[in-house]
């Protein structure tokens, strides 16, 4: 038995590079940003790894033995047909349209996203915001460099993409340019007549001085069984400040692996709202990396999950500079037999003296089957710090409820406006009015 797993775990993986290969030599952009070598090294590195069970460590809480019983198929264009009216958040006037990039199935949907001049006449001349293959000349030395990260693999979903880069939305921000509208990064996965894998990839190079705000958003259309596996770096230069929502609100059957790579320079600003909402299986790897000293990090996370939805959210904040800052809260809302996971880690290194640092995971369980696993972690090496960490789980308060329901409620309006308001803290923080009430609404139906 043991034997027939491992084989099955080994076929998928090599069922799904062989896939990519055929994506990667049907790219054009291979020799203009080196993506051969990228791929070929990644898919190495695939081929040598295993798929994750739960007797790996960090894996230990999400167990994904049911996504080998599905014989994933990698798009090799855009081929889908896609109305936004659907999906898209709704805006009252034109002054409210944000820049909006698509992808479907991991390509650029051009006819369907927003970025053109005409309508946004204001737009700086050096900002771009596009995809891979329409970045100007004099950008894509940099965007080669910030790529050429991915040729070191350390994780095998991420190598997995790496192994398929075919396209990529790309959000370049030139020194001291400050990007008023908001960037909608939407990525849609369109699944066919099986089950569909999509691969976005995102990349995001704010330079010193720059100031943008960014919502990515992954949604799916329809309600069958889809695989999607995304990367987002972000590139955030001296003295610059980047504000990023990154939106999970994918249909039921999805099996959703994210990873978000940020790296901060000196005196740079990262700020992360980062909200699963959606999926079967979902799964978020959120790493910052300190380059440089007297950086400020914001992370928001909130988790809601119901049914029998398995939501993870594992993030890393490595300080290896002095005066460097940070503040992390995760929520998570759970009901039904859903599950949550919650796993933050701060490294503190010798280097960085002077690091003040919070960590806070607060949950909230709605159901005597609903479960939470959280683990705040601190390793700190330095000895001039001051850090800190902690977790609550906690029900809705009887006495509470009562008190409302005193005041002429009934008990579901009730337990709707607790519900909200645990999670309001965490959506009134969020940089744009649209994304705050939609997550809202949905917060309010799901409870």
């Not at 990515?216 to 504000?243: K, L, S």
């Amino acid at each position: 038995m043991m034997n027939t797993q491992v084989a099955s775990r080994e076929m998928f993986l090599t069922d799904l590079v062989n896939q990519c290969g055929k994506l990667g030599a049907a790219n054009k952009e291979s020799s203009a940003y080196g993506l051969q070598d990228l791929r070929d090294a990644a898919t190495e590195y695939v081929l040598s790894s295993t798929f994750p069970t739960v007797k790996d460590e960090e894996w230990r809480f999400t167990d994904l033995s049911s996504v080998l019983q599905i014989p994933f198929h990698i798009p090799q264009s855009n081929q889908s047909k896609v109305k936004l009216a659907d999906i898209i958040m709704p805006v009252k006037n034109k002054a409210d349209l944000p820049l909006r990039l698509v992808f479907v199935n991991g390509f650029y949907a051009p006819d369907l996203s927003t970025v053109e001049s005409s309508v946004f006449p204001n737009l700086p001349l050096d900002f771009y915001a596009g995809n891979l293959s329409n970045v100007p000349e004099k950008y894509q030395g940099r965007i080669s460099d910030v790529l050429s990260k991915h040729r070191q693999q350390t994780e095998v979903f991420t190598a997995l993409n790496t192994a398929g880069l075919a396209d990529s939305a790309v959000v370049f921000v030139p020194a001291n340019m400050s990007i008023e509208l908001p960037i909608h990064l939407l990525f849609l996965t369109a699944p066919g007549a099986s089950g569909t894998m999509s691969q976005p990839h995102c990349l995001v190079i704010a330079e010193p001085g720059s100031n943008v705000t960014l919502v990515e958003d992954y949604a799916t259309i329809g309600n069958v069984p889809a695989f999607t596996n995304a990367v987002t770096d972000v590139i955030v230069g001296e003295n610059a400040t980047v504000n990023h929502v990154r939106l999970q609100r994918e249909g039921g059957e999805v099996v959703h692996i994210g990873k978000s790579a940020i790296e901060q320079s000196r005196n740079s600003r990262y700020t992360c709202h980062a909200i699963s909402l959606g999926g079967k299986i979902s799964r978020h790897n959120l790493e910052v990396f300190q380059r440089g000293e007297a950086t400020e990090t914001t992370l928001n996370g909130l988790t809601v999950a119901f049914g029998e939805q398995l939501s993870d959210t594992h993030s890393l904040i490595d300080f290896n500079h002095p005066h460097g800052t940070s503040r992390q809260l995760h929520k998570c809302i759970v009901g039904n037999k859903a599950r949550a996971v919650f796993n933050g880690k701060v490294f503190v290194r010798k280097a960085a003296q002077l690091t003040d640092a919070g960590q806070l995971s607060r949950n909230l369980l709605l159901s005597p089957r609903a479960r939470v696993d959280t683990k705040p972690q601190l390793e700190i090496v330095a000895d001039n710090v001051k850090c800190s960490h902690g977790a609550t789980v906690s029900q809705l308060e009887d006495d509470e409820l009562f008190y409302l329901q005193s005041r002429g409620l009934d008990l579901e309006r009730s337990r709707y406006l607790l519900i909200d308001a645990f999670a309001a803290e965490m959506l009134n923080q969020l940089p744009i009015l649209g994304v705050a009430k939609m997550l809202s609404t949905c917060v309010a139906v799901q409870g």
